[in-house]
């Protein structure tokens, strides 16, 4: 009797630290490394942080390969990046190495850039080649493409200019 006692206290306190994750997951998708930080910042002990998380996977709310797909498909749509800059973001959500690499062997650096630079050069068009090529070179260094995915793509669009 007092083993049941037990379980359904355990249950109605898990209760409300469990409705803080649920809504904190309704705004957005998040990984199981957020809700733990967000959890532990509401003052939740441990033991109950673990029980939730398994909760969350179970009723499949949380899943780290589902989220790492889902940001990377809607960055590389919306504001493309480079795969060392999407592997950096991940890493800081707290999303496992082999997940990662799994999600981002379908996309390639050259096509991100070559997306990435699209709609600017309709703002750059009217620049002189040396302003044009300093824009460009600075604004795919800033998204995490190496040297020579810049120079890549510089070429493409000069190119295309003349």
């Given at each position: 009797?007092?083993?049941?006692?037990?379980?359904?206290?355990?249950?109605?306190?898990?209760?409300?630290p469990?409705?803080?994750?649920?809504k904190?997951l309704?705004?957005q998708?998040?990984?199981?490394?957020?809700?733990?930080?967000?959890?532990?910042?509401?003052?939740?002990?441990?033991d109950?942080?673990?029980?939730?998380?398994e909760?969350?996977?179970?009723?499949?709310y949380?899943?780290?390969?589902?989220?790492?797909?889902?940001?990377i498909e809607?960055k590389?749509?919306?504001?493309?990046?480079?795969?060392?800059?999407f592997r950096?973001?991940?890493?800081?959500k707290?999303?496992?190495?082999?997940?990662i690499?799994?999600?981002?062997?379908?996309?390639?650096?050259q096509?991100l850039?070559?997306?990435?630079?699209r709609p600017?050069?309709?703002?750059?068009h009217?620049?002189?080649?040396?302003?044009?090529?300093?824009?460009?070179?600075?604004?795919?260094?800033?998204?995490?493409?190496?040297?020579?995915i810049?120079?890549?793509?510089?070429?493409?669009?000069?190119?295309s200019?003349?």
């Amino acid at each position: 009797m007092k083993i049941m006692d037990s379980f359904s206290n355990n249950t109605k306190k898990i209760g409300p630290p469990l409705n803080m994750a649920i809504k904190y997951l309704a705004y957005q998708p998040r990984t199981v490394y957020e809700i733990q930080e967000y959890l532990k910042k509401k003052g939740i002990s441990e033991d109950f942080i673990k029980k939730i998380i398994e909760i969350l996977l179970e009723k499949k709310y949380l899943d780290d390969r589902y989220f790492a797909k889902f940001f990377i498909e809607t960055k590389a749509k919306h504001k493309p990046k480079s795969k060392f800059a999407f592997r950096y973001e991940l890493k800081k959500k707290g999303i496992n190495p082999s997940i990662i690499d799994a999600v981002l062997t379908h996309y390639d650096d050259q096509d991100l850039a070559l997306k990435s630079v699209r709609p600017k050069i309709k703002t750059w068009h009217r620049l002189d080649n040396k302003t044009f090529k300093k824009k460009m070179m600075n604004f795919l260094r800033y998204r995490g493409f190496n040297y020579d995915i810049c120079l890549a793509t510089l070429t493409h669009f000069i190119e295309s200019r003349d």
